[in-house]
């Protein structure tokens, strides 16, 4: 369950002159108790407009000021549908609004740019909860990180109040000119040049998967980096072939093989033991690309 922001208010007693011990036993009940609310996202500008469509080009129907709470009702291309107090349905921009989200993937990348091309700053696992600070039109969500900076996380893989409606077909579609990252051209080219749609999935698998680490080279004489190299049977999956994994939200390449990665099997790259040992042997699914 997502963890949301709480704000709690506690009603001050009612003095009550009237003589019916009843009427004043009912009152003094009701004003101990403490009135939660759940908030599901906050206003964080000075003050937000509101809009008829998810556009600035349509006209403003209402405003926010900041700390507001608001009622999201889906969020798309960056923008979040919202219910307003009249039961109208407004939209406000997605960079302007606080809210928390959960993590719905065994291990997402946080990156330093909103583009699978940015380099990874640091994991989250599982039911982890992420605060997020602005929703981006590509469909990637910035989150504060716990040292005071922030990271980019794929909106496609955290769970929110608000119904994810953005296409995310064209996720791993990243050229060079539009990357932002800030690694050197031989690491862009690893994972920028990747064209991959729906239309790019040559096939899905179910393999055994697990994970190595250490120090060395690879099958194909390429230096083993976290994030990007996998090993597999080279009869089942050729060298060079791109991978797509959904449970680690990144695509990774067949560069490397192991005496015991027969058949579908493959072995994963990671930084160091305990995360292998972490992530142990498990069944997933991976996506060949052309």
Not at 41 to 54: T, Y
Not at 61 to 87: A, C, H, P, Q, R
Not at 218 to 242: E, F, L, Q
Request: charged letters at 25%; proline letters at 2%; one cysteine or more.
């Amino acid at each position: 369950m997502i963890k949301n922001f709480k704000r709690t208010t506690v009603a001050t007693m009612a003095i009550l002159t009237m003589l019916n011990t009843g009427a004043v036993f009912a009152q003094s009940n009701n004003s101990n108790e403490e009135a939660t609310k759940e908030i599901v996202a906050m206003v964080n500008v000075d003050k937000l407009n509101v809009r008829s469509g998810p556009s600035t080009s349509h006209d403003i129907i209402g405003t926010f000021i900041k700390d507001d709470d608001i009622s999201l009702v889906s969020i798309k291309n960056g923008w979040y549908k919202i219910e307003m107090e009249d039961g109208k349905i407004g939209w406000t921009n997605g960079q302007y609004i606080t809210l928390d989200g959960e993590v719905t993937v065994d291990k997402l990348n946080v990156r330093k740019g909103a583009s699978i091309s940015d380099d990874i700053v640091e994991t989250k696992t599982k039911e982890d909860t992420v605060k997020i600070i602005k929703a981006d039109e590509n469909g990637w969500y910035e989150i504060e990180l716990e040292d005071g900076k922030t990271g980019f996380v794929c909106g496609k893989y955290v769970e929110t109040e608000a119904k994810n409606e953005h296409d995310y077909s064209d996720l791993y579609n990243v050229s060079k000119e539009t990357s932002n990252t800030t690694s050197t051209t031989s690491q862009i080219t690893s994972t920028s040049t990747v064209q991959t749609s729906a239309s790019n999935v040559v096939k899905t698998m179910t393999v055994s998967a697990t994970a190595y680490a250490g120090d060395g080279i690879t099958s194909t004489g390429s230096i083993p980096k976290v994030g990007r190299t996998i090993a597999v049977d080279p009869s089942v999956i050729p060298y060079g072939t791109k991978v797509y994994i959904p449970a680690l939200g990144g695509v990774y390449t067949a560069e490397d093989c192991g005496g015991a990665i027969k058949g579908n099997k493959i072995d994963i790259f990671m930084g160091s033991e305990s995360e292998c040992n972490a992530w142990g042997v498990r069944s997933i699914e991976i996506q060949i690309l052309k």
